[in-house]
């Protein structure tokens, strides 16, 4: 018998293991569901330091060496096993958003409650069951299945668990730094917070924009003043400020910011043929939003707006009197936070200073600005011609039965991006949400068929790589 033949054996009881026992597998997400792990908020410390040792048990039982890991804020899992083939860096995370507003919940949002819809699907509904906790058990599954028909992993697999992801992620660069040689030597990363690209459509994340924050504040006048007795004599900040957030778009929608677009490419001729084929409908999209017509850059597809360029964005703008009533003021200041979407090979640094530049090149007399950072990170982007990646996409075809969409994310994740600058590790993205999920909403769901087919795909996955 060939070893090829023997492992696809291995896979096809592995996937039978996993149907059979989808019931037990759903009883852990439950539990772990029921973990109130909120990494935000500080009276929940408890509870999530619970839920990273909830992990650690669970992996120990599958025979890794698993152990939960100090931070100066909530704790890492990590977890070690197989002894032979390639070597796989997991993560996910195990922290959760606040339910709030509780009141919006039609169920206890910390019981995963199996809902029937509409469409006949049934969803698991609760905190966390798409985002992270389902996306990660279904990993974890996999690896249950396997080590259950087989009795050893057939990769060298590493997992690491975050407990602060959804409150910043602030202490996971520092333990990579640290972690380095344990966690380094690893060949590619797997990272399972994303979404398919529909509910019948695998999708693999080759591209993930990077961000630069930033906060302006406009002063002019030494205080506020009476809009009757300065009016038309004084600067008004909130002008200043409207027409410099005006300048920022060209006619055409593109962003006015002088090299904004320097180191911006093309999408590579063969994704872009490949997103050419992927069932869209950009009217059914617009509509989500409750909008009719695509803004931003003129000749670009909303698909190609959202997933493969940059971005400007007004994220808020203060200033002068904003509560009931009316009050006749002229204010001294005036304030916008403004985000940047970054793609591959743009600079962050270089497009802060662009931007900070932009608005004082325009600012009249009377007025000046001060700047606040609010974080800046560069773009993700992993070789569509890579053998990892290649194989994970036939593993996906292989499950759904549609070629795997191979696209670019409109957010960030920027786990990856550490992955690339502290472990030199390119990562692959891979996940099994849907965009309905109310991921950070109440009524946060995860479809059982995503759960189900998220613990074959992993499977499949982990057989390929081996191979």
Known sequence: MSTKLEAAQVLEKALAHADAHIGDS???LKTLVAIKSISTDPAYAGEVKRAADWVAHELEGLGFSASVRPTPGHPVVVGHAGSTGPHVLFYAHYDVQPVDPIELWNT???TATLVQGEDGETRIVGRG???DKGQLLTFVEACRAWKAVNGQLPLRITIVSEGEEE???KNLPAFLEASKAELGQADIALVCDTDLWNRDTPAIVTSLRGLVGEEVEITCASHDLHSGMYGNAARNP??????????LRNPDGSVAIDGFYDDV???????????KRLPYDEAAFMKGAGLTTPAGEKGRSVLEQTRSRPTCEINGITGGYTGDGFKTVIPAKARAKISFRLVSGMDPVRIRAAFRKHVTDRLPPDATATFAEHGGSPAVSVPTDGAFLKQAAAALKDEWGHEAALIGSGGSIPVAGEFKKILGLDTLLIGFALDD?????PNEKYDLRSFHKGIRSWLRIIAALAA
């Open 26 to 28: 759903l009883e852990r």
């Open 108 to 110: 206890d949002p910390f």
């Open 129 to 131: 069951t798409s985002d």
């Open 167 to 169: 409150s910043g992620g």
């Open 238 to 247: 909130i002008q200043v400020l409207a027409d410099i957030i005006a300048s």
């Open 265 to 275: 490419a093309e999408l590579p001729a063969d994704i872009a043929a490949l997103w």
């Open 437 to 441: 999920d109310r991921i950070h909403s």
